[in-house]
């Protein structure tokens, strides 16, 4: 039976997390322009086989199908009536995949909506989003909230508060850091730190991004800010371009393990990856990080 | 001279992203008898041009170009009835019709885009998000434009900008204008590949290769 999650990372030990769910879920049939959230209800079995995938691969902290789960981003999809049911659904077939041993993360994203007063999304009103989607996370069997790709630091904030709003479990939170090294808001690593090091988040990082070696010098900026954070590393599998109709991710499991080893130095304690990579990377990280 | 200064004023109010304070000023050039032309050309066009310059070098973000624009909007929609009375028009630098295509609902670059043309004098069509390839050719017929802009987030979606182009062809209007594509996986080589005719990195590089294309 695993321990408390936040017991695990204060035993020292890198937590490996797992890869992209998008590219994978379409590299197995999912449409253009359907999100994979559709999926959780319509084809459980999919979304299963890659959880299946990583943790065979190795992963001990298993994303939840839910990046997209907001009701806000649900709606644009037609799936809004579905909220508490698809992220309850997801958290349930993570947790079927990981069993007692390992752990689920309810994969929480963006609402997609611009928060006021840029966009008529309002603090509350965001709040309430999260907390929604983050009670049936919960529900569902989830062992954190895990807010990513955040870029506008309130409506990481909103996340925070609306997930203690909706549950008892712990929050992690990590942005996207793809602009000029700020996100694309303009949030800087130490910015973000210290918004969510006030919060009291126990784990803070960056995921998404633009170069992940852009993170050899995001990580200890954050770290500098909030020393007793742990570090959450989980960055694309390099820079996406199309190269005759196909869309290559530039750095290969190698790079990325490599990469992965040195987050490790710097002191990331949950590691992983996300758009453009496949379960061979998660192989190549945890040999990578374990020898 | 007190034009001078007034101006100086809006280009600030601007680069500061404050519409009110755009509003205010806009007022005060209109009960002062400034020409409102040049009011926004010299008054407040700078303050983009500021904002658009410290965008693409990675001193300001998507908030400061967006509340600039909003400032920028308010000024001209202020001063707008007064250049009629006048018989006045900003010279239209060229048509463009901007839109992110079909299965991408990514607002925020194609939007930053339109903002960036429209206050350097580009009149802009905004079809939206999601765009199917049909509405950009009713598009393009009803507007006759110079320039149609193409946006796309995601990887899966960019295959899209080319079904755009392809549908142009088809409907033999691709020789009457440029097409340009924009989005995080596109590229330059991207873009030669399903044969648009320009690529911009960001909002201020886009007016640049639109200028251009324009020319």
Redesign the interface.
């Known amino acids: 039976m695993r321990a408390d999650i936040l017991e695990r990372l204060a035993s020292g030990n890198v937590l490996i997390a797992d890869g992209a769910t998008g590219?994978m879920l379409?590299a197995a049939g999912l449409p253009?322009?359907t999100p994979g959230e559709a999926w959780v209800l319509e084809r459980p079995e999919e979304i299963k086989r890659l959880h299946r995938a990583y943790v065979a691969a190795g992963s001990q902290l298993v994303l939840t199908t839910t990046f997209g789960g907001a009701r806000a981003r649900l709606k644009?999809a037609g799936l809004d009536v579905q909220v508490a049911e698809i992220n309850r659904r997801a958290a349930e077939l993570a947790r079927q995949v990981a069993g007692d041993n390992l752990y689920v993360a309810g994969d929480v994203g963006p609402t997609?909506e611009?928060m006021v007063?840029?966009g008529p999304l309002t603090y509350e009103a965001a709040v309430e989003l999260f907390a929604e989607q983050s009670r049936a996370l919960a529900a569902g069997g989830a062992d954190v909230i895990y807010v990513e790709t955040m870029s506008d630091l309130n409506e990481a904030r909103a996340a925070v508060e609306g997930a203690r709003q909706g549950c008892d479990l712990p929050v992690f939170c990590t942005f996207s850091f793809d602009?000029?090294?700020?996100?694309?808001?303009?949030v800087s690593p130490p910015q973000a730190a210290q918004a969510m090091a006030a919060l009291g988040v126990p784990a803070i990082g960056a995921n998404c991004g633009h170069a992940p070696e852009k993170l050899l010098d995001i990580l200890p900026q954050m770290h500098e800010t909030a020393p007793d954070a742990y570090l959450i590393a989980k960055p694309n599998a390099g820079i996406?371009?199309?190269v005759k109709?196909q869309?290559v991710y530039d750095a290969t499991p190698e790079r990325m393990a490599d990469l992965t080893v040195r987050y490790v130095e710097l002191g990331a304690r949950i590691v992983g990856t996300c758009c453009g990579s496949s379960p061979a990377y998660i192989i190549a990280i945890r040999e990578a990080v374990l020898s | 001279m007190a034009n001078e200064r007034l101006f100086e004023e809006m280009t600030d109010a601007v680069v500061a992203g404050l519409p009110d304070k755009a509003r205010e000023l806009a007022n005060e050039a209109l009960r002062a008898g400034v020409d409102p032309l040049e009011a926004i050309e010299q008054g407040f066009k700078p303050g983009m041009d500021v904002v658009g310059e410290g965008f693409a070098k990675g001193d300001l973000f998507i908030p400061d170009l967006m509340m600039s624009g909003e400032a920028m909007k308010v000024a001209i929609a202020t001063l707008e009835p007064e250049m009629m009375k006048r018989k006045q028009q900003r010279k239209t630098l060229g048509k463009v019709v901007v839109g992110t295509v079909q299965g991408d609902i990514h607002e925020i670059g194609k939007t930053l885009v339109a903002t960036m043309l429209a206050a350097n004098g580009f009149e802009v069509r905004d079809l939206g998000v999601d765009v199917s390839p049909q509405q950009f050719v009713d598009a393009v017929r009803e507007v006759a434009p110079d320039v149609v802009g193409l946006s796309a987030l995601l990887t899966t979606t960019m295959l899209n900008q080319e079904a755009v182009i392809l549908t142009l062809k088809e409907a033999g209007l691709r020789e009457q204008l440029k097409v340009i594509v924009g989005g995080v996986p596109a590229s330059p080589e991207w873009a030669e590949e399903i044969g648009a005719d320009g690529y911009a990195e960001n909002a201020t590089e886009a007016v640049e290769v639109v200028k251009r294309l324009v020319q």
């Open positions: 590219t379409q253009t322009g644009a997609g611009m007063p840029l602009t000029h090294g700020c996100t694309s808001m303009g996406p371009r199309m109709r869309v």
